[in-house]
């Protein structure tokens, strides 16, 4: 890892005491989103959040080097996939897309509300997944205007 790259030891050094942090947080919202506000979405974006924390603190290549992007994709296809899948038991067991098949459980607890709790993390999967990829996409594309006029200078 080159030292040069990403903000001063400061920023780097508090990003390792908050990263893991902002990430538990987010699984915290997902887990937790049928008993208060949140959900698969709100989390996905906090643990998004905490992945361009670690972007911005270290450079992209820091990322790059332990991830490879086409993880990234086949991880948020799999969030969309177990959501549809999940849709198409409750067509199975029950009749209808989505339906709960899941006993719901005493009210209150972390097992009361049948399958909105596995909606949430492949929601949260799915969301975190592609706000990163698009925050990573937007970082390190260039705009066809800038290659174009790198391309004529040449």
């Given amino acids: ?3 040069k790259q990403g903000m001063s030891i400061i920023v780097k050094t508090i990003t390792r005491f908050t990263v893991w942090l902002i990430f538990l947080y987010g699984l ?23 992945f361009v924390h670690l972007t911005l603190a270290y450079g992209k290549d820091f990322f790059l080097e332990r991830h490879k ?6 991880f948020e296809a799999s969030g969309a996939l177990a959501f549809v899948i999940i849709g ?13 098949f899941i006993s719901t459980g005493q009210p209150f607890t972390l097992k009361s509300a049948g399958i909105i709790p596995l909606l949430n993390i492949a929601i ?5 997944t592609a ?24």
């Fill in 124 to 128: 949260g999967a799915k969301a975190g």
């Fill in 88 to 100: 198409i038991i409750g067509i199975i067991w029950v009749g209808s897309f989505l339906a709960n």
């Fill in 131 to 154: 706000l990163y990829l698009v925050f990573y996409y937007l970082v390190t594309h260039r705009s066809f205007n800038e290659s174009t006029e790198e391309g004529e200078a040449k």
């Fill in 69 to 74: 992007i086409s993880t990234l994709h086949d």
């Fill in 28 to 50: 915290y919202i997902i887990v937790h989103g049928h008993l208060t506000p949140g959900g698969g979405f709100a989390g996905g974006v906090i643990i998004a959040l905490s």
């Fill in 1 to 3: 890892m080159n030292e």
